[in-house]
């Protein structure tokens, strides 16, 4: 099975900066694409973020362009998410997901249901 794990959130002040990892367990894992989820309290998830495995091709929601960074690393099986510039509005719980099937481009990855594996999330709070 695939197990994804987020780490790097916490405590912020508006304009500080904080980098979210994603790692995958085990050494099969293997996947075309992977993205970054937020969901807010009452609020509806969200897509921030995803890359390409291969070639890299990176896609951004329109309010974190600019101030966010999607890479990976894989030989570490290992997806980031550079958050510089925090706001108070990007507090919420924020998701790795792993997308196994078909490469395809552009706003197919903007969807959450394309992607089969999640992880349980890690909080970023980001006081003004």
């Known amino acids: 099975q695939v197990q994804l794990v987020e780490s790097g959130g916490g405590l912020a002040q508006a304009g500080d900066s904080l980098r979210l990892s994603c790692a995958a367990s085990?050494?099969?894992?293997?996947?075309?694409?992977m993205g970054w989820f937020r969901q807010a309290p009452g609020k509806e998830r969200e897509f921030v973020a995803a890359i390409r495995w291969s070639g890299g091709t990176t896609y951004y929601a329109d309010f974190v362009k600019g101030r966010f960074t999607i890479s990976r690393d894989n030989a570490k099986n290992t997806v980031y998410l550079q958050m510089d510039s925090l706001k108070p509005e990007d507090t919420a719980v924020y998701y790795c997901?792993?997308?196994?099937?078909?490469?395809?481009?552009?706003?197919?990855?903007?969807?959450?249901?394309?992607?089969?594996?999640w992880g349980q999330g890690t909080q970023v709070t980001v006081s003004s």
């Open positions: 997901a792993a997308r196994v099937g078909p490469d395809y481009g552009g706003t197919y990855y903007y969807a959450a249901s394309i992607y089969r594996y």
């Open positions: 085990g050494r099969t894992f293997r996947s075309s694409a």
